[in-house]
Every structure is written in structure tokens, then in C-alpha cells.
């Protein structure tokens, strides 16, 4: 009796620790996600304008938005509709400009603890932006889903509200607010970035020389017909491979805390 | 462009979208064991945000100029330890000062 009564307990306490950890993790998340809820206002008002000149009411904007939360893809959608191209193209343009998603969403599943439950998969599939991937692999070990959604609590909505206010209100911010907060998400990738940077003298060559190639490609007249989204995937997976080549990593580096 | 309905417009590009977001986090449940896979997944993430911030970052302000310096600033900011939300502002706050002196 005396037994049972105290493994019930042991589960309860184990239970409440489990509960304070997602709690907490959900705070951070919040936390973090608070500045990118910020600059996602600024970028999807900008998405907003973008909808209504492709001639989206304010509430098909709001619903694009909240259903998509992608940038590149929102604009690439929206330009579709307004020429008024076919379902498939929209599939396929829809696929390029978000595949780069792809790549981010395996980078994520190896953060995850192998048995993190399928539902989780799938809420925190649904968020898999830059900046929350940013965010998600700059996380210390195994990455907490509650994390995420505290960061998807503050971020989705101001996507969502910002396309919204950006196609029902057009030019309200001027363009040097506009300016001013289109740089934070940058800001944010440096934070990521740096420190690591700093610590790894591979990881801060392999920085330099992405920004150098990142650089020299947009300036190069034959890449001009290749879209933003398509550098992004074709020099992540040059630059990630040779690097992975030349400088494997140890188990040790490669696990969890890797990133 | 009649035929065409926005409702339906959007369920494509939200399903797509949504397919390859969630594909590799739902099918991959375990640890990748291939050494190269697991260094090239190591690098990934530092390409792919060193890539999205150089030169989008002296794009997307008014004057490049102003987005150089918020670069700069982020970048030692964040060497010598600011956090996240720290090093984001600044750069806001960088653009905002330098492109009022100089437009």
C-alpha cells in the first residue's frame, strides 16, 4: 500500500517538474519571439500592401497570412494571383520559394528528441520560419516544442494582423520607420550567428566566406534571373557541403547542442 | 482571372507550404548517423543566416550606407555578448539615427 502510494506521488512531483520546465521554456519563448513579433508588424504590413495591390481584401490578406506565415512565398503568391496564373503554378512557385523550409525543418528534427510525439511535429511544422528557425537552433540541447509556441503565441499573431493592417491601411509607417525595423531581423540572425562564431574559428570562416559568396552572387548579371529563395538554397547546400567535407565535425559537436 | 478564386489560391499555397515545413520534422524521427549528413546539417543553419543577412541587409534600408553600419554594429555587438533582443534593437536604432543625419 505504503509503496503505491508513494510512486503515485513520485509521478505527481515528476509530472509538476515537467509541467514548471514547459512553462519556463514557454516564457523564453515569448521572450525571444517578442522582438521578431516586432519586426514581423514592419515585414508583413510591407506583405499587406503587396496583397492589396494584387487586389486581396483585408480579410483574405489576414488569412494568407496567418495560414502561410512566409514572406518570399506571400509575395510570390500574391504577384501569382494578381496575373492570374493556374493552380499549378501556384504549387510549384508556392514550393520554390519556400523550399529553403525544407532544409530548415530537417536542420529542426535533429534538435528534437527522438521522442518528441508526432503532434508536436506537426504544431511546430506549421511555424518553421528564418527567424524562429534562428532561434530555435541557437537553443542549448534538445529543443522544448513549448519553446516554440511561446514564440509562435507572439509572432503568428503579428503576422497575421500586420498583413491585415498593411492591405486594409496601406502607407501608414513611413518609410523611415519601415527602414529603421526591416533591419532586426538581421540583427537577430548576427545575435545567432556570432557568438558561435567566435568560439569555432571553422564556423566563423564558414560565416565569412557565406557572406562573401552571398555578396559576389547578387552582384553576378547571370544569377539575376535566379530568385532571392533559390541563392538562399543552391549556396547553403555548396557551402554547408563543402564545409562538411573538409571540416567534419565530432560526435560531440555534431550532437544536440551542435548549433 | 474571373475563374480564378482567391480562397482557392490561398489553401494551395497554405497546404504546399505547410507539406514542406512539416515533411522532414514528422519523417525524420531519429538521429541522422551518416558522419558527412550530420556535418552538413551541423553547417546549415550558420550558411543559410550568414546568407539571408549579407547583402539583404544593405538592401533592405533606405540608404546602404546605413545598413553597413547596422552590420557592423551587430556584428561586435553580438561578439561581445549582447543578447538577441539587444543586438536586434540597436541595429534598428543604428539605421534609424545614421538615416536621419544623413537624408
Known amino acids: 500500500m505504503n509503496k503505491k502510494i508513494d510512486t503515485s506521488r513520485d509521478n505527481i512531483s515528476t509530472q509538476n517538474k515537467v509541467r514548471n520546465i514547459n512553462i519556463k521554456e514557454l516564457k523564453e519563448g515569448i521572450r525571444d519571439g517578442t522582438p521578431i513579433a516586432l519586426g514581423y508588424l514592419a ?126 491601411a496601406g502607407n501608414i509607417l513611413s518609410a523611415r520607420a519601415v527602414s529603421a525595423l526591416s533591419v532586426a531581423l538581421y540583427g537577430m ?70 548549433a | 482571372m474571373m475563374e480564378h478564386n482567391v480562397y482557392l489560391y490561398i489553401l494551395v499555397m497554405a497546404g504546399v507550404t505547410y507539406a514542406i515545413r512539416v515533411l522532414p520534422l514528422t519523417l525524420i524521427r531519429n538521429q541522422v548517423n551518416n558522419h558527412f549528413l550530420r556535418s552538413f546539417l551541423y553547417y546549415v543553419p550558420y550558411v543559410t543566416l550568414a546568407v539571408m543577412t549579407f547583402p539583404a541587409i544593405i538592401e533592405a534600408t533606405q540608404t546602404p550606407i546605413a545598413g553597413v553600419i547596422a552590420l557592423v554594429a551587430g556584428i561586435l555587438l553580438a561578439w561581445f555578448g549582447a543578447s538577441l533582443f539587444q543586438v536586434s534593437v540597436s541595429c534598428c536604432i543604428v539605421v534609424f539615427i545614421i538615416e536621419l543625419m544623413i537624408l
Open chain 1, 43 to 168: 515585414v508583413s504590413f510591407t506583405l499587406g500592401i503587396a496583397a492589396r495591390n494584387a487586389g486581396l481584401t483585408t480579410f483574405q490578406g489576414f488569412l494568407a497570412a496567418l495560414l502561410t506565415n512566409a514572406s518570399a512565398g506571400g509575395y510570390a503568391g500574391f504577384l501569382l494571383i494578381a496575373s492570374g496564373g493556374t493552380y499549378w503554378e501556384m504549387a510549384l512557385v508556392t514550393m520554390i520559394t519556400n523550399a529553403r523550409y525544407l532544409l530548415m525543418s530537417f536542420a529542426v528534427s535533429q534538435k528534437l528528441k527522438p521522442d518528441t510525439p508526432i503532434y508536436h511535429r506537426l504544431a511546430i511544422g506549421y511555424d518553421i520560419t528564418d527567424e524562429l528557425f534562428g532561434i530555435s537552433i541557437a537553443r542549448k540541447g534538445w529543443l522544448n516544442p513549448y519553446y516554440l509556441y511561446g514564440a509562435m503565441i507572439v509572432a503568428i499573431p503579428a503576422w497575421s494582423f500586420g498583413a491585415a493592417m498593411g492591405v486594409a
Open chain 1, 189 to 258: 540572425f548576427l545575435a545567432i550567428i556570432i557568438p558561435p562564431a567566435k568560439i569555432n574559428r571553422v564556423i566563423a570562416v564558414v560565416v565569412l566566406i557565406s557572406f562573401i559568396a552571398s555578396f559576389i552572387v547578387s552582384k553576378m548579371p547571370f544569377f539575376d534571373n535566379i530568385s532571392t529563395a533559390t541563392r538562399i538554397i543552391i549556396l547553403t547546400i555548396m557551402i554547408a557541403g563543402i564545409a562538411a567535407l573538409l571540416f567534419p565535425v565530432s560526435e560531440k559537436e555534431g550532437a544536440n547542442d551542435g
